[in-house]
């Protein structure tokens, strides 16, 4: 049953992928706050900065003058000038929420919190506020509680159900290996397709040790599927990660962690594991983020009266993996490249294995009536180079198996109201192997409701 298990690493991955991005439908403070300075203003930086210095302060009362330096001094980078401008600007004259939201964003950016939020605060009294400018404020204050409070978490949910062509992980072909001769294999196990009724849910908890980022972080996650006619394969699955995050710099982190996991395959135990890891996660300048990461598990298969032989599969396998994050404008690229190292008690079931995934999110925001709705669109791929270290010779004693796997899908994520969505998944999945046995391919369609907290 190594498909089964191929097929449960997928899932692993696609639970930690959603896990991840838990809080997609979350409006996140743009980078910028309210009122931006294009880049190309960096040119005219080098030529007005002193001279709009100058005469600020030659005639204080210009309002025009100070916000004009303001924006050259953000477009520097000199948050601290700037706040000394805007708040210039507030002494002559008090009401403005525009300048107001400006000294929140900057604040904000340097992380006094607490300043920040006074000043988001007193942008949106009384009743000449801007609809804008409460929509910023409203997004800022969510932040800043959410950075403010001892702890945070993500909560995504999904319920849905799926449709596979080759449900039993069946060969494309009846023409099989046995005992190194050529055998027809019984149609009844033979590839076929079968719907499932499933619920994923994936928790990240985080509790803060202070505001420098350390924390102690707790992950969890469940799914379950109960397929409409092979009830054989009915897979149900637990993880928990738990380890703290130290921040050895304010943007690179490190995190020493634990593994548990506790998997079943019709309805009966199949394998439970433990291990433990490290990652480093560290950004790129500033468009990529980088995260290395190397963990170990003792795996324990157990024999059932549909998988007899599945305690061959007990051993230790080691992962080592590197995933990126790259944003650039309205580009976004997320990869994963791992290598596994399996070794079974039976070295027909030991194997390496070099993967390559990728995913390319797309995101749009569509009106509908009088609010915005998020949709996310994300093509995705994968490669996996999976060769065996022994022949089975219950299959062929002559020919050591070599698995080539080739993934293209898709992602659709359509947010409905405020937390809830629907996720539509589509993915084709062919596998070329040595042995006919192991040859097949199967497409996915996944299709439910979701909630995001």
Known sequence: MVGVGLRLRRLFLAAAMVCAAGAAHAQQPAQGGGAQTPRSASVVVADDYDALFKAMFKDPSNLDLAFRFAEQAVARGDYEAAIGALERMLFYNSNLPRVKLELGVLYFKLGSYDLAKGYFEDAIRGGDVPPEVKAQVAVYLTEINRRLSPYEYALFLQSGARYQTNANIGPDSTLVRAFGQDAILNNQFGHAPDWNWF??????????????????EFTLLGYYSGQAKFHQYNLGFVEAMLGPRIFLNPTVSIKPYAIGDLVWLGDQRYFNALGGGGSIRSPIGEHVTVEAYAETRRRTFYDSSDFPTSSQQTGNIATVAVSTDVRYGLCHLTTRGSYDVN???????????????????????????DTRHQIVFTPTGGLSYTPYRQPNPLIDPFTDRLDHETRLGGILDIQIYQNFGIRTQVTQTWVKSTLPNFTMQNFTVAFGPTARF
Do not use: H, M, T
Not at 199 to 216: E, H, M, P, T
Not at 346 to 367: A, K, M, Q
């Open 199 to 216: 619920q994923i849910a994936a928790l990240n908890f985080s509790y803060k040790l202070g505001r420098r980022g350390d924390a102690i």
């Open 343 to 369: 070794r079974a008690v039976f070295d027909y079931n030991s194997y390496d294995r070099w993967s390559i995934d990728v995913g390319l999110p797309f995101e749009f925001n569509v009106p509908i009536g």
